[in-house]
């Protein structure tokens, strides 16, 4: 078994996405939740969009022109 413990949320988000994430990738991101996750998209060259959470229809026009993409990751930022 193994662990990670990172002393923030910016440093978990920015080593998670920089260790998934490649060129070939699409990253789209809440307009609120923009950094780190685009510093992550940054490091690796990987295009990012970002959009309005209260109109789904902008992020699935985004989604519809990103499909040659090898993988289009969504990052919202959800409280429970």
Known sequence: EAALIFS???QAVLSLFT???SERDAVFVEEAQQS???DACYLVHAPA???PPEDPEIL???LERAR???RRILSVDAVS
């Open 68 to 70: 040659p993409a090898r």
């Open 36 to 38: 780190p996750v685009t």
């Open 49 to 51: 969009s970002t959009f």
């Open 19 to 21: 260790a998934l994430l």
């Open 60 to 62: 699935a026009l985004e």
């Open 8 to 10: 923030s949320r910016n």
